[in-house]
């Protein structure tokens, strides 16, 4: 029964992404960032934010959130360990990670 309801879990998230290199999936449910093992369905919830996406090598999720009025760039590990803020910036949103490779990550931006 527990597996069913984490699968429903899953199916009821806003955003998500495939499996990473490390074979984890991060999905966005209810404002938090969520990272869970398709083969044990063990889940954690790492971050509050949205619109997660895993690095190429699967070391790092970036995610947006809102702090402070404005929406930013983070990246965080998979366990929740090392969040960073990447952008900051008081006029302009960004929106939509995603990474080119290990080392650059896109996004859209909009000014407000």
Request: charged residues 20%.
């Amino acid at each position: 029964m527990s597996a069913f309801v984490s699968l429903m879990f899953v199916a009821s998230a806003r955003a998500g992404t495939w499996p990473g290199a490390n074979g984890l999936i991060t999905f966005e449910l209810n404002g938090n960032i969520w990272v869970i093992d398709p083969d044990t369905l063990d889940s954690l919830p790492i971050a509050v934010g949205g619109d997660p996406a895993f690095s190429p090598d699967g070391n790092w999720i970036v995610f947006t959130s809102e702090r402070m009025g404005e929406w930013d760039l983070y990246i965080i590990r998979p366990d929740g360990a090392d969040e960073k803020q990447v952008t900051s910036n008081t006029s302009v949103d960004e929106y939509f990670p995603s990474w080119v490779d290990n080392d650059t990550i896109i996004f859209k931006s909009r000014d407000d």
